[in-house]
T-cell receptor, first 114, second 116 residues
């Protein structure tokens, strides 16, 4: 079946530090890949996505590149801010089947200190 | 454009009781998916409704059931509650069941269910 593995947290960084959160996946075929963010007490918000190999998703300074050869979709940001503190989830959706439901990783808690 | 809304925000039940959670999808969306998020975990897919029919189901027992109404709002019903059902229940809506690369699921804020 499909699965997503994220680097274990929590991750604590100082403001303006470089961020990488690793994500690898197992899936049949070529799924679409997503990063969602969850702020305290809130639901999930889509941060970025990529739908085919070598695509780069980007939003709000965050980037992730769909690497088919390493089955990875690592999240990066060059300079984090305190407001980026949240839980980040990597997810995939198959490109076949009727429901195409999201399969999530276990999440990575990011805390950015001023 | 109205986003996805869920009610209630919080709920406390005792083991063996039944609960109904509600979700209003984003305007124009005809597909609703439900997810269970246990504390410290990623969301797990429960089921999806598309045009009032169940369109897929995750690894959840039959005591988890759902409905979708003609206005595309949805309910999640859980019978015979167990302690392990304590979780954040998330509803997500989309225009279609992610049929194209441009489709996205939009999530509501969730309902926090506590089973005592």
């Amino acid at each position: 079946g499909n699965s997503v593995t994220q680097m274990e947290g929590p991750v604590t960084l100082s403001e303006e530090a470089f961020l990488t959160i690793n994500c690898t996946y197992t899936a049949t075929g070529y799924p679409s890949l997503f990063w969602y963010v969850q702020y305290p007490g809130e639901g999930l918000q889509l941060l970025l996505k990529a739908t085919k190999a070598d695509d780069k998703g980007s939003n709000k300074g965050f980037e992730a590149t769909y690497r088919k050869e390493t089955t990875s979709f690592h999240l990066e940001k060059g300079s984090v801010q305190v407001s980026d503190s949240a839980v980040y989830f990597c997810a995939l959706s198959p490109n076949s089947g009727s429901a195409r439901q999201l399969t999530f990783g276990s999440g990575t808690q990011l805390t950015v200190l001023p | 454009e109205t986003g996805v809304t869920q009610s209630p925000t919080h709920l406390i039940k005792t083991r063996g009781q039944q609960v109904t959670l509600r979700c209003s999808s984003q305007s124009g969306h005809n597909t609703v998916s439900w997810y269970q998020q246990a504390l410290g975990q990623g969301p797990q897919f429960i089921f999806q409704y598309y045009r009032e029919e169940e369109n897929g189901r995750g690894n959840f027992p039959p005591r988890f059931s759902g409905l979708q109404f003609p206005n595309y709002s949805s309910e999640l019903n859980v019978n015979a509650l167990e302690l392990d059902d304590s979780a954040l229940y998330l509803c997500a809506s989309s225009l279609e069941p992610l049929a194209s690369s441009t489709d996205t699921q939009y999530f509501g804020p969730g309902t926090r269910l506590t089973v005592l």
